[in-house]
Nanobody
Framework: QVQVVESGGGLVQAGGSLRLSCAAS????????MEWYRQAPGKRDLVARI??????AYADSVKGRFTISRDNTKNTVYLQMNSLKPEDTAVYYC???????????WGKGTLVTVSS
């Protein structure tokens, strides 16, 4: 009933920027929070989170470089990634949490590759 679709990934040189988008659609009344994760070998790490009230949180590895924001009218969240490093290379996934404590709805990911 709910679909989550990421976009905006690509290839960029170290020091460059990318802006990822994530749109949620379907049977949605409201969204409690949306999150960005990235897939490393054997694990999927939380990168950033934004709540319905606008509170944000970031992984230490991206603080000061990445910014999460949202457009509530479109059920869309963005991840502005600046000063990219090769270690940021990963598949980035978006997760929509419709209500507090629900398991969330995941997108299929978008690949970000940062070259040296």
């Amino acid at each position: 009933q709910v679909q989550v679709v990421e976009s905006g990934g690509g290839l960029v040189q170290a020091g460059g920027s990318l802006r990822l988008s994530c749109a949620a659609s379907g049977s949605i009344f409201s969204i409690n929070a949306m999150e960005w994760y990235r897939q490393a070998p054997g694990k999927r790490d939380l990168v950033a989170r934004i709540t319905s009230g606008g509170s944000t949180a970031y992984a230490d590895s991206v603080k000061g470089r990445f910014t999460i924001s949202r457009d509530n009218t479109k059920n869309t969240v963005y991840l502005q990634m600046n000063s990219l490093k090769p270690e940021d290379t990963a598949v980035y996934y978006c997760k929509a949490e419709l209500r507090y404590g629900d398991p969330g709805y995941w997108g299929k990911g978008t690949l970000v590759t940062v070259s040296s």
